[in-house]
């Protein structure tokens, strides 16, 4: 299988007239948060709970992806070492969360997290079959709004608008890996209606994502550079879902390994946008954080 061809104005164009449409309502952005009223942790600790959450976010939606990959035998090996890696991962974010927060709300929404980190850990050492594959992907949706539960809480104790920014890029590693996953489902044989629509919305509520971080006033020289390394990656990715949802056989490995490179992108303008949070120092884990091997 391989993509239909297309040239760069077709992509540009692509990703242009895409519009704002209501997304997938539990994945949805937050609106605009108020400062919570408690003590606020230090810069470098709200830096480090929203990296930790928002990593939670997105492996919960990448194991699942590379549950499928595994599945389809889409670079087997790799996948499989990358999952791994990527449970480990989680389960330090969780520690060190928990040691970190100290907000009765935040520690009760990384219970739920840590609850459905551990079920989804159970689900991805079940043998492929439809149930489990239906079972994944499930928890995938539901660990990924717990985590964005907790990103909220977090970033409420934050005092500078380069917090939501900088949750913002976290969140569109999230969407990245939530649309490749979405895709391989349809690949594997889940072309409904519905999957359909829901990779439609995903892609689209990216696009608008996208537009707002490319128009932050908070933007530096590093974060536009960033940004547009990631919307070169994001071309491509787009392409593949387009040629998808019109019908085209699709090329489920191009899917698989630049998903993974738009992340590693965006962990670039996350490092970035940390910048304003946390003067001196990057992102705590950036880029080999999502420990790709």
């Not at 009223?37 to 997105?58: F, H, T």
């Not at 549950?67 to 791994?84: E, H």
């Not at 990924?144 to 969140?171: F, H, K, M, Q």
Request: proline fraction near 4%; include cysteine.
């Amino acid at each position: 299988m391989s993509l239909l061809p297309a040239c760069a104005c077709r992509l540009l164009s692509a990703l242009c007239c895409c519009l704002a449409v209501a997304s997938v309502p539990a994945l949805a952005a937050p609106p605009a948060r108020a400062v919570a009223s408690s003590a606020n942790p230090a810069p470098r600790d709200i830096v480090s709970d929203l990296g930790a959450a928002g990593r939670l976010r997105m492996q919960a939606q990448r194991v699942a992806k590379l549950y499928l990959q595994n599945g389809l035998a889409i670079n087997a090996a790799r996948s499989r070492q990358q999952l791994a890696a990527a449970l480990r991962q989680g389960d330090t974010d969780i520690d060190d969360l928990t040691r970190r927060l100290r907000e009765p709300r935040a520690q009760k929404a990384l219970l739920r997290v840590g609850e459905h980190w551990r079920e989804l850990k159970v689900a991805l050492a079940q043998s492929w079959s439809v149930d489990a594959v239906q079972r994944v992907n499930a928890l995938a949706e539901s660990q990924s709004i717990a985590a964005g539960r907790l990103s909220l809480l977090i970033e409420e104790n934050a005092t500078t608008p380069s917090a939501r920014l900088l949750d913002l890029a976290l969140r569109q590693s999230m969407l990245a890996q939530r649309l490749a996953r979405l895709y391989l489902l349809a690949q594997a044989g889940d072309n409904s209606r519905g999957r359909l629509v829901d990779i439609e919305q995903t892609r689209r509520e990216f696009v608008t994502s996208l537009a707002e971080l490319a128009s932050a006033p908070e933007n530096t020289a590093a974060t536009r550079e960033a940004l547009a390394l990631m919307q070169v990656q994001w071309l491509f990715l787009d392409q593949a879902v387009v040629d998808l949802l019109r019908g085209g056989r699709g090329n489920p490995q191009h899917v698989a390994t630049t998903s993974e490179r738009l992340s590693e992108v965006l962990d670039a303008v996350a490092a970035s946008l940390s910048d304003s949070l946390q003067p001196n120092s990057a992102l705590p884990l950036p880029a080999a954080s999502l420990s790709r091997v």
